[in-house]
């Protein structure tokens, strides 16, 4: 086995990792869907530490198993119960003395944590922990229960999440799969262990896992009157190929948190995305759209300054969903002082700009008091008008964001 390193050179470029912007090594965390075959927590965190291609090994600092009540007490019964065939101690513990050098009292990488999946429970108000995944609605519970987690993981910029899809259910690692399809970034990691016959199918009488990695102290296997070396195991730690499909939005914080909200907005963005941009006109006198050729007039100056708006904070990309953070922009941009907490960090500074530049040639006066309302009718009048005349080019339900087009000004 590789003689441990410092963490510093655990996270060296070569592993994929880089310092922080707050000189920081990233914290490192592993998230592992987890059945009745808790072996693959030891054997991915081996393979992590003693890397087959030569490269840096890494030592997670938190292990996350995500698993059902079954799972849970499988966890406890093979890596967490102390065992003669490995001196007295538990499998986790000797796991961890043998990579973290002693794993001294004051060590707390390699703390294994178990998130246990769990749904409502209507009949009393509270949550019901699953003991296993055998329904439709055990399945959307695992689907919540996993992107949360995952979300959870992606979120700080000085984290870097390792996440293995070998164990628990196929739809538990599919799910994970899709979730970081969905939300890991390119400097995560989707892993899944391979371990070479026959030691990922050495049980005990009560099917309890021998193997748990090679350089354990339980050395001689035996099934069918066989005997084999654990040290003889090869595991390979494979790389799951994913699309960082978040880079496409630079505000993750505003996608939906549930898995079925978040499918559907990454469809309709890619519905936008694919639409063949339509040629939009406004003019004043009178106040019309021009979408395609399709004209639309509109009932009053309002509503064209406000589709005036959108369409240009379109293509600043400045909008998301949130109509109340829209009529704060929408003010700024008519020189009228926004209220900045109902504005996004990201954009705050854009939006104080934006009003200085143009406080000394405000807007009309009814701009200064402008609501989500304000800004959610004129568009739905203009969604409304269009599907009417058979215009192609549509506008979404429920978002500001619009599909491609090109705005040629306002006349």
Known sequence: MKKRESRKAELSPTGGDQP??????????????????PAILSETVWALANPADGGAPVTPDDVIAITTLRGQDAIGRC??????????????????????GGASPGE???????????RPDPATGGTEKLADIKDRSHNMAAAEHILKAVR????????????????????MGALLHAAFSHLARPQDRLTHILVSEPYDSLYDSERNPLFFYPTQPHQSLTRDGRTFEARQARLDLADVPFAPMRLRFPD????????????????????????????????????????????????????LRVVEFILIANQRDWLVRDQVE????????????????????????VAQQTFEERRLTPGEPWIAGASSEDIKRPLSWLRVALRKLGCPWKIPE??????????????
């Open 152 to 171: 959870d993981h992606t979120d700080a910029d000085d984290e870097r999440l390792i996440a293995s899809i070998a164990g628990g259910r196929k739809t």
């Open 20 to 37: 922080t912007a707050r000189g920081r090594e990233p914290r490192v965390t592993l998230l592992a869907v987890v059945g009745v075959s």
């Open 252 to 303: 993750i914080a505003k996608i939906p948190s549930r898995f079925r909200d978040l499918v559907q907005t990454y469809v309709a963005t890619w519905a936008r995305d694919a639409s063949k941009p339509a040629l939009i006109e406004l003019r004043r006198d009178p106040p019309r759209a021009i979408v395609d050729g399709v004209k639309v007039e509109f009932e009053s100056e309002r509503q």
């Open 79 to 100: 890596l967490q119960t102390p065992s003669p065939n490995f001196n007295g101690r538990t499998v986790w513990q000797t796991l961890r003395e043998e990579l973290l």
């Open 326 to 349: 829209a009529a704060e922009l929408f003010k700024a941009c008519h020189g009228y002082q926004p209220t900045l907490e109902r504005v996004r960090p990201a954009l705050r500074k």
């Open 108 to 118: 707390e990488r390699l703390t294994l944590r178990i998130s246990v999946i769990e």
């Open 398 to 411: 429920r978002d500001l964001r619009l599909f491609p087009f090109r705005f040629s000004g306002t006349q």
